[in-house]
């Protein structure tokens, strides 16, 4: 378990109980937690996946669908779905199939597969930008984006909002002071020894004046940004944004990148394809090859021009752009049955019909119980958060954000087999989710409200 908030004493009789509740009908999860302690760090492969607040992690034995079953052959109905990377389900038909036949015809030669021409052309009619290239993760993506923007524009500077989550990607781990609006470095970080704080700057969200003013100088090579914040409570554009942002990037010849890797909740193609935005450079991870360890990165023939010419004036040898696995024959066949069966209307239709069934379900609940909350949704994705309006920043979640309640929260719905983004009350549903697991999730918050002081 990470280090849990310091319970109030109005919410610690709760989540006292909630634990024991847990540690009584998991036996086998513990006993796995504690033998695994002997060989992994914390006692997980990834040493994020104890970041719940549940006494030992919960070790899964089985995924499908919307359902995990978990080591003591318990089954839970998961709304946090890899938080995004089995945002269409685990392990979806096509997609599973599909892995299944390239297995056993090759994984990996460092050559393209005779998909990729499909692959590239279904990737420009799905998102609309012509060019693209491939990597294993966001952050991957993200790094390489970032060395392509700096070498066509000569500029050192790379400009992020506060509150942005881009993956392990240096010059994105960089916070705001915001006493004095410098950009400092983030003390969580480990093993800084470069000052990249010294290459990016950091503006809140949704301040126009504080972006113009960022990118005045002229030495900003991109904007790397989230269509909306998703990793800092769910903070949405505010009307107008991003139509004035990117027509800011235009004038001061500031490349756009839109990271869409939890924001294709929006409907197929993104936030950027459905409201009609026209970024330089698209990156998509997690989700978009159905949950197999794919990123892509799209962008304009303009752009593709400058890359060439950057990368034919470079000399000879390793770029820093690109690893020996991207592309691999697995990944293409995961990726053009997702881009085949997934990003579609058919299979968007049901989870943004469930997604706004569970919104205006936990409105009235709200409501009807007086708490001062709200809730907020971006496409099948949906926030419960525990703050009287919509952050607009990530300092309102900073501000309001109450993280005891958020953990008890997410122990209660745990142990009534609902389970919930860890590191924030997030919610995505899937194509698979069904009416009845709204219900059951909407149910698991009645309790709730009725239990909680």
Not at 54 to 61: E, G, K, N
Not at 252 to 259: E, R
Request: aromatic residues 6%; charged residues 15%; neutral net charge.
């Amino acid at each position: 378990m990470s280090d849990t908030p310091v319970m109030p004493p109005r919410l610690a009789p709760l989540f006292a109980a909630e634990r024991q509740r847990f540690i009584d009908a998991h036996p086998r999860s513990l006993a796995l937690s504690q033998r695994a302690q002997a060989h992994f760090l914390f006692g997980v492969p990834l040493h994020w996946m104890r970041d719940w607040p549940s006494p030992a992690t919960l070790f899964v034995r089985q995924a499908q669908g919307v359902t995990l079953e978990c080591a003591d052959g318990l089954r839970h109905t998961d709304f946090c779905l890899g938080d995004t990377g089995a945002m269409f389900g685990h392990s979806p038909p096509p997609v599973a199939e599909a892995i299944a036949h390239q297995a056993a015809r090759g994984l990996t030669c460092m050559l393209p597969s005779t998909e990729a021409a499909d692959v590239g052309e279904r990737l420009a009619q799905r998102f609309g930008l012509p060019c693209w290239q491939l990597a294993l993760t966001a952050s991957d993506a993200n790094r390489f984006v970032l060395r392509w923007a700096r070498a066509v524009t000569r500029r050192p500077q790379v400009l992020v909002f506060d509150g942005c989550y881009h993956g392990a990607v240096d010059d994105t781990l960089v916070d705001r002071d915001p006493a004095t609006g410098q950009t400092v470095p983030r003390p969580s970080v480990l093993g800084q020894v470069h000052n990249h704080a010294a290459h990016t700057r950091v503006v809140p969200f949704n301040d126009l004046a504080a972006l113009e003013a960022a990118l005045a100088p002229g030495d900003v090579a991109a904007l790397l940004a989230e269509p909306a914040l998703t990793n800092f409570g769910l903070v949405p554009p505010a009307p107008g944004f991003w139509a004035a942002a990117q027509a800011l990037c235009q004038r001061h010849g500031t490349l756009l990148v839109l990271d869409e890797t939890h924001t294709l909740s929006c409907g197929p193609g993104g936030h950027a394809r459905q409201h009609g935005l026209r970024p330089d450079v698209l990156v998509v991870g997690k989700a978009v090859a159905g949950g197999l360890p794919c990123a892509v990165y799209g962008f304009t023939g303009a752009l593709a021009e400058r890359m060439r010419a950057a990368k034919d004036g470079a000399p000879e040898g390793h770029s820093g752009i690109g690893t020996t696995l991207s592309a691999n024959p697995l990944t293409l066949a995961a990726l053009h049955a997702a881009l085949n069966h997934l990003h579609t209307e058919a299979a968007y239709a049901p989870m943004l019909a469930r997604a706004e069934q569970l919104e205006q379900g936990l409105l009235r609940r709200i409501q009807a119980a007086g708490r001062p909350w709200t809730v907020t949704r971006l496409g099948a994705r949906l926030e419960l958060q525990f703050m009287p309006h919509t952050p607009r920043h990530a300092q309102d979640v900073r501000d309001l954000g109450q993280p005891a309640l958020e953990a008890c929260t997410h122990l209660f719905m745990l142990n009534r087999g609902v389970l919930l983004t860890p590191f924030h009350s997030m919610m995505l549903c899937a194509p698979a989710t069904t009416a009845g697991q709204v219900a059951q999730l909407l149910q698991a918050f009645d309790e709730l409200l009725a239990t909680l002081p």
